[in-house]
């Protein structure tokens, strides 16, 4: 067989080409699936769905570096001219489901690829030694959640063209009985020749709109709406009330950094600018820490348990700094999961007026609060997590 195209034919470059990538599409859409149905309770399942997501992932890269070798290659072959021009809808449906598997092919793994990128944390790596970010992706967490859905509703779309594609191939061989399958499967001497056709523009620019139109109207599929956690309230605060901030955790999950932010937390803040003493109340709400794809896991009974142990504290006297310039502290105790431990959080803070910013962090061992006791060593969660805030008070 040779390996260009003909006019009746697929040569068997292109041949290759279509059926690696069919079997390797429909492997990724089987290992995420799967990958996902995993359960995630103790440390020995966490790891076997780290490991399912890596070969998902590695299948996925190898369908985009196939795609886009394929798209290179039908770029110099000639395409196999229709069987039957005439039967327009007919030409019109099986080219719009070509262009739009054309678009799929590239556009889920790519998708999944830049949710790889920007999910803060090092989860489940590509089996490959070239990296594993895409260059000019920031880490973003909302990035990831929206391509997120988008993947997940992608793959629907992916599969249902797929569906269709096929029933067009089989309709070929079994209803109509025409040699279309021979052009891509069977010996492509049993191809028929097709007749000479004259296409309009128009006819092949459709079905490429129609493609685009089924991906763009995929992109818009809204996404179920989950209760966004209420950002930092400020709290009545006896002296200073927080307007704005952020809090949040950063603790190595399977040897990379993964960080997260709490959506929900309160903090009373007592300080008399003069003497640089004062009092720091802070109360967290568990459920509203979102930690890339473990968060779950994380508020779940072997990690934080939020369900058991809704809030943690943080309470503590603002120390002055010993000399100026240097950071305060705030030294007291810290309750996470129901076990108190003393602790010491140094902050820098700037007062301007009547506005105060103040950003510190600490780390503490999870193993102090009794949190993934069933983790005993450091190659799924490390044992030091950082605990960092960034706030602007007012005073009131
Ligand atoms: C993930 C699965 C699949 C993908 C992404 C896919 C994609 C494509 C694309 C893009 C073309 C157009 C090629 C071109 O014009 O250069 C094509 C052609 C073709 N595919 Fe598939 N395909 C898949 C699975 C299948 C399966 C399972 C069958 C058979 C049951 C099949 C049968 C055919 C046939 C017969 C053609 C040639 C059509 C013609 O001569 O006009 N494909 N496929
Ligand atoms: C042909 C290519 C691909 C297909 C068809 C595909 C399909 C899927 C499917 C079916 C799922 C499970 C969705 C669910 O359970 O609702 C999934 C999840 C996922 N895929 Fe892919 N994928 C592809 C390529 C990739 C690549 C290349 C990467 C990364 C390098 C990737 C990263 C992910 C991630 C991170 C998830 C989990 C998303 C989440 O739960 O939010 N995928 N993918």
Redesign the pocket.
Known sequence: MIAGNTNRAYGWVARLFHWSVAAL?LG??GL??YS?SLPTGTEAQLQSVFAA?SW??TV??T??TLAVLRIVWTLTQPKPRPLHPTRRLELFLAEAVHWALWIG?VI??VT??I??SAAPGGFSR?LWPFGQHLPLIPENADLAKAL?HF??TG?WV?AGLIVLHVAGALKHALIDRDGTLSRMAGPAHRAPEPPASQASPLSHLLPILAALAIWAGTALIPAEQTEEPVATAAQPASGWAVQQGTLGIEVAQGGAPISGQFGSWQAAIDYDPTAKTGHVAVSIDIASLTLG?VSDNAKGPDFLNAPAFPTAKFAGDILPPATEGIPHIARGSLTIAGQTVPAELPFSLEISGSVAKAQGEMTVDRRDFGIGAGYGDESTVGFPVTIRFDLTATQQ
Do not use: R, S
Request: aromatic residues 12%.
């Open positions: 599409i990724a859409i995420g699936l996902n997501f998902h992932k996925g890269v369908v985009l092919m889920m793994p999944g690829w949710i790889h590509i997120g993947h997940e793959w992916l794809a």
